[in-house]
Every structure is written in C-alpha cells, then in structure tokens.
Nanobody
Framework: QVQLVESGGGLVQPGGSLRLSCAAS????????MRWYRQAPGKERELVAG????????NYADSVKGRFTISRDNAKNTVYLQMNSLRPEDTAVYYC?????????WGQGTQVTVSS
C-alpha cells in the first residue's frame, strides 16, 4: 500500500522557519522524483520544489528561491522541505508528490500558517 505522510506543519510567525517531512512507504522511493506542492485557499495547487531521484538536481518556484530547500534521504525514504524567512503568503496546505513516468502518488497534506 502506497503511503506518503507529511508532517512538520503548523503556525509560525513571519520570518520564522519550519521543516516539513514526507515519509514514504509501499513503493521504491529511491527511483522516484519527489516534489512539494502547496495550495492556498481559493488558489490552484502550485509546484514549490522538486528533487530528482538521486538528488542530482533541484528546482524551485521563483517565489521561494533562496528561502526554501528541498532534500531527500533515500535510506530513510523521506523527503524534506526546509522553509526559512516565511511570509504570510506562504500560508497553504503543503503536499508531497512522488512521480516516475506515469506513476504519481500524493500525501494528504500538512497545513502551514504564517501569521503574527
């Protein structure tokens, strides 16, 4: 059974940091590219960051470049999103996504709220 379980979300003040984790099981994690998406109320889901299977390359949305860092630990079947200098506009539900060819798996999401 494929599972992606996100954790680490919460309420943080502007300028603060959070580290999201996504634990994977039920598939061969190390061969999948991993992505973090987010969806704010009333907005479409958007790609935040991605990392290839062997961590060879990463990519980021312009809005988070220099503030967010995606990484993965294939030994722990986990992908991370380190989020620094958080802004109110980063408030959203964050989802992790595993993709390989036509196969795509999603987590249930974790809420991140940036507010004073």
């Amino acid at each position: 059974q494929v599972q992606l379980v996100e954790s680490g979300g919460g309420l943080v003040q502007p300028g603060g940091s959070l580290r999201l984790s996504c634990a994977a099981s039920g598939f061969t994690f190390r061969v999948y590219g991993m992505r973090w998406y987010r969806q704010a109320p009333g907005k479409e889901r958007e790609l935040v960051a991605g990392i290839t299977s062997a961590s060879a390359s990463t990519n980021y949305a312009d809005s988070v470049k220099g503030r967010f860092t995606i990484s993965r630990d294939n030994a722990k079947n986990t992908v991370y999103l380190q989020m620094n200098s958080l802004r109110p506009e980063d408030t959203a539900v964050y989802y992790c996504n595993a993709v390989r060819g036509s196969n795509s798996h999603w987590g249930q999401g974790t809420q991140v709220t940036v507010s004073s």
